[in-house]
């Protein structure tokens, strides 16, 4: 094998075969005198003494402070609002005009509605109306055909700040409670400490911290659906989409679920209600949309829908009657004669008591006199009762025939 040897210049006035020294030595190399010596004159450069100096080569360049600006009267400041103070007013979400059809039924057909910031909005309708199909596909779980749908004013959907309740069952059946609850925070941005101390308050607050340990399928319907719920807000969600809440709960139960959705719409949490229990609807929601056939039956709050409904009927006239003696068909009469004011046909029901209660949703201003005259029949008047009409009766008469008897009326 052959070996390649480097032939070494010598240095001029160096020995001869001494190879040449590097030219830079390491700084932990040098003496004690010269490093105390850079110290010294690091410490003593003009920019470390506050001392400016024409700049050179180095990076270092000479420190000049900026004029404060020139003084301007508040007569001629213009207050620009923020943009985070801009958001607030855009509404929460946004749908419009959404389609979605499967084969070739149409599901939802035209919806459009706005759900506000601390608001709880009733979406309402009979089985088979739209309602589950609408949810799912602002929460992009289905997309649909046409139609737009905005969060936040964005067309991306921040899954971290929505909360949702399904109508069915979502957690897994033999998972541990707090575990499955920690989990769900984690998966909506939470920290796990987070996530764990969020779950703890909200297990106390549904009366569940005894069961924390257990296993969801050791617990009843309704206490399984309290986990559900404690599931869907425990990360302080911008908007809680909340299907059938009520389901399985006791009166009780209802009454505390009432007070923690009245209480997420004070923290300015939006919510999305959709049930069928409308007593508790009527008391919780700002403001309703009814729909049938996947189209708007009705919106707005509840006195707007109740001018709407049944052609501006909004107060219902009761009476009860003593028919003990009155001619035969006198209370046909009575009813005749609030046909010809009433929105709807007027309703005549006997009472177990020997009662019987006519009821008719009368408009403003009704003239009662063609009542008044069929009063003097016979009929002795126990009662007479105005009221506004209930969200019952709204939906009934908007919804109306064969889908009301679709709906679950808890005050019924």
């Known amino acids: 094998m052959k070996v390649m040897r480097r032939r070494v210049t010598p240095r001029a006035g160096g020995s001869g075969g001494a190879p040449r020294a590097r030219r830079r030595r390491h700084r932990g190399s040098a003496p004690p005198a010269a490093r105390r010596l850079a110290a010294g004159r690091r410490a003593a450069s003009p920019l470390r003494q506050g001392v400016s100096r024409p700049p050179g080569r180095g990076r270092h360049f000479p420190v000049r402070r900026a004029r404060p600006p020139p003084r301007v009267p508040a007569s001629a400041v213009t207050v620009v609002p923020h943009a985070r103070s801009r958001m607030t007013a855009l509404p929460l979400l946004s749908v419009r005009d959404i389609v979605k059809s499967f084969g070739g039924a149409r599901a939802v ?112 319907k309704g206490n399984q659906q309290k986990v559900q719920f404690a599931g869907a807000v425990l990360h302080r969600p911008a908007l809680a989409v909340l299907d059938e809440p009520f389901s399985g709960l006791d009166p009780l139960n209802q009454e505390l679920f009432s007070r923690l959705i009245r209480e997420l719409g004070a923290q300015g949490t939006g919510v999305l209600l959709s049930a069928h229990h409308l007593n508790l609807a009527e008391r919780l929601c700002d403001r309703f949309l009814l729909i049938a056939h996947g189209r708007e039956a009705l919106a707005g709050t509840l006195d707007e829908i109740r001018r709407a409904a049944a052609g501006g009927a909004g107060e219902v006239l009761e009476l009860d009657l003593r028919a003990e003696g ?87």
Not at 130 to 157: H, M, N, Q, W, Y
Not at 365 to 377: E, Q, S
């Open 109 to 220: 057909d035209g919806l459009s509605f706005e759900v506000r910031r601390g608001e709880v909005f009733g979406f309402l309708g009979p089985n088979g109306a739209g309602k589950t199909t609408t949810l799912r596909a602002l929460l992009g779980i289905i997309r649909p055909d046409a139609g737009e749908i905005r969060f936040e004013g964005s067309a991306v959907l921040d899954r971290r700040r929505v909360g949702y309740l399904p109508e069915e069952r979502g957690l897994l059946e033999d998972a541990v409670i707090l575990d499955a609850l920690v989990y769900l925070g984690t998966l909506r941005g939470l920290s796990r400490r987070a996530a764990a101390a969020a779950a703890a308050e909200w297990l106390e607050r549904v009366g569940l911290s005894a069961h924390a340990r257990k296993k969801l399928n050791t617990l009843s």
């Open 326 to 412: 009155a001619p035969d068909g006198a209370v046909a009469h009575v009813v005749a004669a609030l046909a010809s004011h009433a929105r709807g046909a007027p309703r005549a029901e006997a009472r177990a008591d020997g009662r019987v209660r006519v009821e008719a949703a009368l408009p403003a201003g009704a003239d009662l006199a063609p009542l008044l005259r069929a009063l003097n029949g016979g009929l002795r008047v126990e009662r007479v009762h105005m009221r506004a009409l209930s969200l019952h009766e709204i939906y009934v008469r908007s919804v109306g025939g064969a889908d009301a008897a679709a709906v679950e009326v808890a005050d019924a």
